[in-house]
C-alpha cells in the first residue's frame, strides 16, 4: 500500500508543469516605463491647463462666435422654458481638451500612465474649471439684479438697461458686463433706434447673462458623456485585470465632477432666486397693498382698478383696498367682474420672471419659478392673515388660489410639475395657501376638524393647529371661542 501511494504521488508531481517566468514580475524596465509615464502626465497637465486658460481667455472677451444654442435640455415652444437658451463655447473647449488630453495617454496603452492622466483630468474639471463657472455664474447673477442691473425694479428700466440705452458698455458695469458678453459691442443706442430694439439688446444681455448658469447644466452633461466615452475605451483597449480596474476606478472619479457641477448649478440658482426674491415681493406689495389687505396711499393711486373689492360693501366709504376678503354681495359680484389683485400679481411676475425663464434651461427654469413662488406664497400667506373673511370672500380666495395654481403651472416645463400635487410637494409655501384655501372653506367647524384629520393621514397637511386656530378666527361667521374649544387636540 505504501508503495502504491508513493507511485501515485509520483504520478501527480509528473502532471504538473512547473512555471517558468521568462521575466521576473517586476523589472528595471517597469520602473524606467513608469518614470516615463509620470513625465508623460505632467506633460499632459501642463497642455490640458494651457488649453483650458486659453479658453478661459477667450470667455473673458466674448463677442457673437462665443455663444450657441443650449446643447442640452429640450427646448420648448416659443417663449417656453428655454426656448431661448444660450450656453458659452467655454465648456466644450474646456472638455475637448480633456478629452484629446486624456485619450492621448490612453493611446500609451500602460495603465499607469493613463490612470494618471485620468486623476489629472478628473482634478482639473473638478477643481479649476468647477471655481470659474461658479464665479461666472456669480457675476451673472449680478448682472441681471432688478433695478441694479438688466431686470426692471420698482422704478422701471435696471441701471444696466439705462445704460445700454445711454452709454452703451462704458461706465460702472462695463467690466461685469464685459465678462458676461452683455452688448457686443458699440457705443449705446443711436437716435433712431427705438424702444423696441433696446429691450431686444436688454434680452440678449440677459440671455448671455442667463448664459453662465446654463453653462453648469452643460458642464455636468458633458463630464457625464465623457465618462462614459473613456469607460468605452478601457473596454475595447485594455485587458482585463487588476490595473484595468484600478484605470477604472480612476475615469470613474468623474460621477464624483458630476455631482460637483451639479451641486454648483444648485447653489448657483438659490443666489439667483434670492437676487430676484426682493423684487417679487415688491409685486406682492403692491398687488395687495403694502400693509397686507389694509389701506394705502401707494395702493390706492397704484391699483385703483384693485380687486377682490373696491370701496363696496362691508367696506364702503374706505379708501380702495386691495385684498380684501370681508365680502358682501355687492362686493362679491365686483370682484367676480373685475381684474382682481391676483391677475395683476401674475402678470407682474411674468414681467420679472420671463426674461430669464426664456433664456435657462428647462431644469433650470422651473428651479427658477419654484423659488420665486414659494417666497410670492409666504408673502401672499401673511397678507391673507390680515383680512377678515365671509363665507364669500372664503369662495373668492378658492378662486384666486386656482388662478395662482394655474398661472404656475402653465409656467412649468416638466410634466410631473402640471400636476397640483407634485408642484405642491416641490413648493411649500405654495402648498400652504392651498390648505388654507380649503380649511377658510369649510362650512362649519366640524368639517374643519374632520378636513385636518384626514389630510394628517394622508399626509399632506402642513398646517399647525394653531395656524387653523388663527385662520377659521378670521371668519365673521365662527366665533372664537368656539374655534379654540373645537381644536384642542396637540400636533403630532
Known amino acids: ?132 463657472l461658479t464665479r461666472r455664474a456669480r457675476v451673472g447673477a449680478a448682472l441681471v439684479k432688478p433695478g441694479e442691473g438688466l431686470l426692471a425694479g420698482q422704478a422701471g428700466l435696471g441701471q444696466a438697461a439705462l445704460s445700454l440705452a445711454g452709454k452703451g ?151 380702495a383696498t386691495v385684498l380684501d376678503y370681508d365680502l358682501d354681495d355687492a362686493a362679491f359680484e365686483l370682484s367676480q367682474i373685475s381684474e382682481g389683485y391676483i391677475g395683476r400679481l401674475c402678470a407682474g411676475l411674468d414681467d420679472l420672471v420671463d426674461p430669464l425663464r426664456v433664456h435657462l434651461v428647462p431644469k433650470l427654469a422651473d428651479e427658477l419659478v419654484i423659488g420665486i413662488l414659494g417666497s410670492v406664497s409666504k408673502r401672499l400667506e401673511a397678507a391673507i392673515r390680515k383680512s377678515k373673511f365671509t363665507p364669500l370672500g372664503a369662495i373668492s380666495l378658492d378662486s384666486d388660489i386656482r388662478y395662482l395654481m394655474t398661472f404656475a403651472k402653465d409656467r412649468m416645463d416638466s410634466p410631473e410639475l402640471k400636476s397640483n400635487v407634485t408642484l405642491c410637494k416641490a413648493c411649500t409655501p405654495l402648498a400652504r395657501l392651498n390648505q388654507i384655501t380649503l380649511l377658510m372653506n369649510v362650512d362649519d367647524l366640524e368639517d374643519a376638524l374632520d378636513l385636518i384629520s384626514v389630510s394628517k393621514r394622508k399626509g399632506n397637511w402642513d398646517l399647525k393647529l394653531d395656524d387653523a386656530k388663527t385662520l377659521l378666527s378670521l371668519r365673521v361667521d365662527f366665533e372664537g371661542s368656539k374655534v379654540n374649544d373645537l381644536l384642542q387636540v396637540d400636533d403630532e
Open 169 to 319: 458698455l462704458r461706465g460702472g458695469l462695463q467690466g461685469v458686463s464685459a465678462r458676461t458678453g452683455l452688448g457686443g459691442g458699440g457705443d449705446g443706442l443711436s437716435a433712431e433706434e427705438t424702444a423696441e430694439e433696446l429691450r431686444l439688446r436688454t434680452l440678449l444681455g440677459v440671455a448671455r447673462a442667463a448664459a453662465n448658469f446654463n453653462d453648469l447644466e452643460v458642464a455636468a452633461d458633458y463630464t457625464r458623456r465623457l465618462e462614459g466615452n473613456f469607460l468605452r475605451e478601457i473596454d475595447a483597449g485594455y485587458p482585463r485585470g487588476q490595473s484595468t480596474e484600478q484605470l477604472r476606478m480612476c475615469v470613474k472619479g468623474l460621477g464624483g465632477v458630476v455631482e460637483a457641477f451639479n451641486g454648483a448649478s444648485a447653489r448657483s440658482m438659490e443666489e439667483l432666486i434670492a437676487t430676484v426674491t426682493p423684487r417679487a415681493r415688491q409685486i406682492v406689495n403692491e398687488a395687495v397693498g403694502q400693509d397686507g389687505g389694509g389701506p394705502s396711499a401707494g395702493s390706492a393711486a397704484t391699483n385703483f382698478l384693485g380687486s377682490p373689492v373696491l370701496a363696496v360693501g362691508n367696506n364702503a366709504g374706505a379708501p
Open 1 to 132: 500500500l505504501g508503495d502504491g501511494g508513493r507511485a501515485r504521488d509520483g504520478d501527480e508531481d509528473d502532471g504538473r508543469e512547473d512555471r517558468v517566468d521568462i521575466l521576473p514580475p517586476h523589472t528595471a524596465l517597469n520602473e524606467v516605463a513608469a518614470e516615463i509615464g509620470g513625465y508623460y502626465s505632467s506633460l499632459e497637465r501642463c497642455l490640458l491647463l494651457a488649453g483650458m486658460q486659453r479658453a478661459f481667455i477667450q470667455a473673458s472677451y466674448p463677442d457673437d462666435s462665443t455663444f450657441a444654442r443650449v446643447a442640452v435640455g429640450s427646448s420648448g415652444p416659443d417663449r417656453g422654458a428655454g426656448s431661448g437658451a444660450l450656453q458659452t463655447n467655454l465648456v466644450e473647449e474646456c472638455l475637448f481638451a480633456a478629452r484629446r488630453s486624456t485619450l492621448r495617454a490612453f493611446a500609451t496603452g500602460h495603465t499607469g500612465t493613463a490612470s494618471a492622466a485620468a486623476n489629472v483630468c478628473v482634478d482639473v474639471l473638478g477643481r479649476v474649471l468647477l471655481e470659474v
